[in-house]
Nanobody
């Protein structure tokens, strides 16, 4: 069973930064690609960023390119999302997810964390 535990959410002002963390197991981080999604109230869950298992190739949603960075630390079994220049429209619950390959649709992921709230005020 894949376990994913997010942390690092909080409240910041526009222009600020946060780093989200996703703790998982050695098996998960060595076998699966990892991704971050987010879901704002009344909206569908949307892809934010993904990182492949082997090459470490990354994919980003256009809305976060240049501001967010996804990374993985296999030694610590952790995946991170560094979020800079935050905007009010980044407010959402952020979820960590794993799959065999990076895809940009939520339906492509079977394993999810519980989510962490990010609130950006103007």
């Amino acid at each position: 069973q894949v376990q994913l535990v997010e942390s690092g959410g909080g409240s910041v002002q526009a222009g600020g930064s946060l780093r989200l963390s996703c703790a998982t197991s050695r098996r998960t981080i060595s076998v699966f690609a990892m991704a971050w999604f987010r879901q704002a109230p009344g909206k569908e869950r949307e892809f934010v960023a993904g990182i492949s298992r082997s090459s470490g190739d990354t994919v980003y949603a256009d809305s976060v390119k240049g501001r967010f960075t996804i990374s993985r630390d296999s030694a610590k079994n952790m995946v991170y999302l560094q979020m800079n220049s935050l905007k009010p429209e980044d407010t959402a619950v952020y979820y960590c997810a794993s799959s065999l390959v990076v895809v940009t649709t939520a339906g492509g992921y079977a394993s999810w964390g519980q989510g962490t709230q990010v609130t950006v005020s103007s």
